[in-house]
């Protein structure tokens, strides 16, 4: 529950703490004596949106602090635990700081936060019902939140919403492999085409260059042949040198008479130039035949080095890519033969998520049934107390069509009513009058409200315009609800004020500084209070008819 507010510097608030009580606390005061502050102001510890009008005239800045006591079952532990928050046992405290210029900074148990995660514990903490708040419940789009808020079947909404994104997730898996599997085999032809090209000529990496060196050499070998085909035969041509040196070594021996150690040197010379000029055109010989290569053979090289180069400019790439390029057809082929199989297995899975979802879609549409039947036969019991004994109220689900079908479930809902007996049942707002609507929405509001897991509740004004034996219900029902909550009202009447356990007066004070007036909050004790319900009863002059029906309303 709600233990204390503690208000600094807002509006025509200066200084103000409350400490409030468990039960049914009643707030009351004359209009414009700054109720719509004090709420304006616990909003802001909840983490609502921060105005810098707020911060009082002449402050640099205004700060409020909501101080909880709470049990330790709430649920309130495990998120705090969640973002490694301290906390001492039992006990919660949110605070907000607002400056002048518009900065704000948020605070749980004295420790910096988010405003988002102040809103989201605020949110576990207090639930506000305004006196506007029926233009939220008149919308037919969130009637289906409000609803399932009610049967507290969130485990299973929860669940749906997270099979239905999961089974969108495989759809969109499942268009992208098809799509991707169609351009593919839009291409099977040409690819195949390729591949088989590639196959039958098998390049290899550094073959271009091989057989370049290859041609080459064979080029320049016939040539290289021809040149030396005349120079041996010059060499072994009668008039050669070979022919030559042997004529010349036998006249020189026939010239050496007796006396041959004359020319012996120059004959060992000879005979060694006749020796080397014979291993000469030995090598020559050689030479020649390593040379000699089929013409065939140089064709053939030079047709495959061809071949090669036309498939790398065909595929805009060098030849020595062309391994690599038919890998890649290779593995687009595997990858239709994979893709095939990825299609298949996502659609299975999409077969099997979908019926995931619809097995769910239609266990949350059982637990909508049954919520729908408990929600209407608890409002239609509230009308007959709000003097609606004929009207009736009822949830309409409207089953879609399964193409329909989203994260939220499979029905719309619309909360209907019908004012009169035989009266067809239509939009709250379309059928009600004002007297009428604001007493369907103060019933559905009390059943709501009887299901919440907030420890706090507040009631702003919500018997507004309602007056007599309906007001003495509108307390009857907030007394019952004070059994399982706190329950702040902030009330005009007299009625709701008298079933208080606790009343808190909000007022302007007298004593002005430097000319300003401040609002306070002071609580009553029963003088007082009798004193203010029958202010509320008589108005501005209270009189002892009024201290008497305040008395006796007490007393009831």
């Known amino acids: 529950m709600l233990n204390s507010l503690t208000i600094n510097n807002i509006v025509l608030i200066d200084r103000l703490h409350i400490e409030f009580e468990g039960g049914l606390c009643v707030l009351s005061g004359e ?60 006990q919660v405290i949110l605070r907000r700081t607002l400056t002048r210029d518009g900065r704000s900074r948020a605070y749980i148990n004295d420790q910096p936060v988010s405003a988002g995660l102040l809103r989201e514990v605020g949110g576990m903490l207090v639930e506000i019902h305004g006196q506007h708040d029926e233009r939220g419940l008149l919308n037919a789009k969130g009637h289906r939140k409000i609803l399932d808020d009610y049967g507290q079947y969130h485990d299973l909404t929860n669940r749906v919403r997270t099979d239905y994104d999961f089974l969108v997730s495989l759809q969109k898996q499942l268009a992208l492999a098809e799509e991707k599997l169609a351009l593919a085999k839009a291409d099977e032809d040409y690819i195949r085409h390729n591949l088989a090209e590639l196959d039958i000529l098998s390049p290899r ?10 041609r080459s050499r064979m080029m320049q070998g016939e040539q290289m042949s021809e040149g030396l085909n005349d120079i041996l035969k010059n060499l072994q041509d009668k008039n050669g040198v070979d022919a030559a040196l042997g004529s010349i070594i036998r006249r020189l021996s026939r010239m050496g008479g007796q006396d041959k150690a004359i020319l012996d040197p120059v004959l060992e010379t000879l005979d060694r130039a006749a020796n080397e000029t014979t291993d000469a055109i030995a090598l020559l010989e050689t030479t020649l035949r390593d040379l000699e290569f089929n ?52 659609t299975r899975e999409v077969i099997i998520a979908d019926g995931i979802f619809r097995d769910g879609v239609a266990q949350l549409s059982a637990a909508r049934r049954s919520a729908q039947n408990e929600l209407d036969a608890l409002v239609n019991g509230e009308l007959a107390p709000l003097k609606m004994e004929k009207a009736r109220f009822k949830t ?40 009428e609507l604001s007493r369907f929405i103060l019933a559905l509001k009390v059943v709501l409200a009887s299901r919440t897991t907030a420890p706090t509740l507040i009631f702003d004004e919500i018997d507004k315009g309602v007056g007599g034996a309906v007001a003495d219900a509108v307390g009857e029902r907030l007394k019952r609800l004070a059994e399982k909550a706190q329950i702040l009202v902030i009330t005009h009447s007299p009625q709701v004020a008298a079933q208080g356990a606790y009343h808190w007066l909000i007022e302007k004070n007298e004593i002005t500084k430097g000319g300003a007036v401040f609002t306070n909050v ?17 108005g501005a002059k209270i009189t002892d008819e009024a201290r008497a029906a305040a008395a006796r309303l007490m007393q009831t």
């Open 522 to 538: 002071s609580a009553l004790d029963e003088t007082d209070r009798q004193e203010e319900i029958a202010r509320m009863l008589a």
């Open 205 to 214: 990496e550094g073959e271009e260059t091989e057989l370049a060196d290859e």
């Open 31 to 90: 209009t414009g004596a700054g109720k719509s502050i004090l709420m304006d102001s616990l909003g802001l510890a909840m983490g609502e949106r921060s105005e810098r009008d707020l911060v009082r005239h002449g402050a640099e800045q205004a700060s409020v602090s909501a101080s909880f006591c709470l049990p330790a079952r709430h649920g309130i532990w495990g998120l705090l635990d969640s973002q490694s928050l301290p906390y001492d046992a039992g």
């Open 295 to 346: 013409p065939h053979e140089l064709e053939n090289t030079e047709e495959r080095l061809f071949a090669l180069r036309a498939a790398a400019r065909k595929h805009s790439c060098l030849v020595d890519d062309l391994p690599n390029i038919a890998q890649e057809f290779s593995e687009k082929l595997q990858a239709l033969e994979f893709g095939d199989e990825e299609v298949q297995r996502l």
């Open 396 to 435: 309409d689900l409207v089953p879609l069509d399964p193409s329909e079908w989203r994260g939220n479930g499979g029905e719309r809902v619309e909360f209907q009513i019908s004012t009169n007996p035989g009266a067809p049942f239509g939009g709250l707002i379309k059928v009600a009058s004002g007297g």
